[in-house]
C-alpha cells in the first residue's frame, strides 16, 4: 500500500467522481483509477460502485476511509515535523497578497501552516496586481495569491485554491434588502461605494454600462475597510467579493444577473527552483481545504 494510492482513494471519495478527484490530485484520471484499482486488490475488495452518473463508497470503502484517513493524517504529521526540524533558520516564505483578499480564509491558513511547520516563519506583502507581478518577476516574492485573470498569469506556475462569487454589500435598512438576490438593473441609480483597488473593478463596470445601469458614487476608496465603513454608514452599495466581507454592520445578497465570480490561485514563477520553506508552503496551501 502507497501513499499516493491513499490520497486519490480519499480524494475520490470526497468529491464521488474520479474526473475532479484526478484534477484535485494534479494526476491524470486513468492514473488515479489503476492506483484505486490496486488499492482495492491489496485490500481485496472493491471500495466504489457507480450509480447513475456518480460513484459510491461500498461497504469496505465506507469502513476503510477513516482508516486510511487515519494513516494519511499520520504520514503528513510525520513529514512536517521531518520538514519543522530542517527547515529551522531558514528565511521566511515571502508571499504577496491583493489588498482585495478576505483575511479570514487566510489567517485560519496561516495558522493551521504554523501549527504544522513551526519553525517556517511566512512574511506578507500587500500589493495590486501590477506589484505583485513585478515583485514575483524581480524575485522579491516567493509566491503570490492573485486572481488568475491577470494577463500575467500565462507565464505563471499556478495552484487554484478556490473560487468565491461576487455579491453586493448593502447598508442595514438598504430600500434592496428585503431581496433574496440582485440584479444589476436593480442597482440603477443607487448611491454606490466605489472599491478602486478592485482587480475586476473594470469588468463589473463595462457589465454596468452594456444594459445602461447608472451608478452614483459617493465614495472612493482603495482600502478595503474604509469601503466597508462607508456601506455600513449609509453611504451605498459595494460590489464585494464574499470571502472578503468582514465588517458585521453590512447586509450581502447575491449578485445573480449576471453572476460574477472570480478564482484565487498561488502564483509562483516555473523554472525558479523552491527552498524547503517555499516547497512546504506551496504544498500545504496545495492541500489546504480552502473552503471547509
Known amino acids: 500500500m ?19 478527484a484526478a484534477e484535485h490530485c494534479h494526476v491524470s484520471q486513468p492514473a488515479l483509477t489503476t492506483a484505486v484499482k490496486k488499492l482495492e486488490a491489496e485490500l481485496g475488495g472493491v471500495l466504489f460502485i457507480r450509480e447513475s452518473n456518480r460513484l459510491q463508497l461500498t461497504a469496505l470503502g465506507r469502513q476503510m476511509e477513516p ?13 512536517n515535523a521531518a520538514d519543522s526540524l530542517r527547515l529551522q533558520r531558514q528565511p521566511p516564505v515571502r508571499v504577496g497578497v491583493m489588498p482585495t483578499l478576505g483575511p479570514v480564509r487566510l489567517s485560519r491558513f496561516l495558522a493551521d501552516f504554523e501549527h504544522g511547520h513551526p519553525g517556517i516563519e511566512v512574511a506578507i506583502r500587500e500589493g495590486r496586481p501590477a506589484e505583485l507581478r513585478e515583485w514575483l518577476e524581480r524575485d522579491e516574492l516567493d509566491a503570490a495569491i492573485v486572481n488568475p485573470a491577470d494577463p500575467a498569469a500565462d507565464s505563471w506556475r499556478l495552484e487554484e485554491l478556490y473560487t468565491e462569487r461576487y455579491v453586493v454589500l448593502l447598508p442595514p435598512g438598504h430600500v ?19 472599491r478602486l483597488a478592485c482587480e475586476m473593478r473594470e469588468q463589473v463596470m463595462a457589465a454596468c454600462n452594456s444594459i445602461g445601469v447608472e ?26 467579493p464574499e470571502y472578503a466581507i468582514t465588517h458585521p454592520g453590512t447586509v450581502q445578497r ?15 514563477m516555473p523554472g525558479r527552483q523552491f527552498a524547503p520553506a517555499v516547497a512546504a508552503f506551496v504544498r500545504a496551501a496545495k492541500g489546504y481545504r480552502w473552503l471547509g
Open 2 to 20: 502507497e501513499m499516493h494510492q491513499i490520497r486519490y482513494f480519499l480524494a475520490a471519495a470526497r468529491a464521488l467522481s474520479f474526473t475532479r
Open 67 to 79: 482508516m486510511l484517513a487515519q494513516v494519511l493524517n499520520c504520514a503528513d504529521a510525520a513529514q
Open 176 to 194: 434592496l434588502q428585503e431581496r433574496n438576490a440582485l440584479s444589476l438593473g436593480d442597482l440603477n441609480r443607487q448611491a454606490y461605494v466605489d
Open 215 to 240: 451608478l452614483y458614487a459617493r465614495f472612493r476608496s482603495e482600502r478595503e475597510d474604509w469601503v466597508q465603513a462607508m456601506v455600513a454608514a449609509g453611504l451605498g452599495f459595494a460590489f464585494m
Open 254 to 268: 447575491p449578485l445573480a444577473d449576471p453572476p460574477v465570480e472570480r478564482r484565487i490561485a498561488l502564483a509562483t
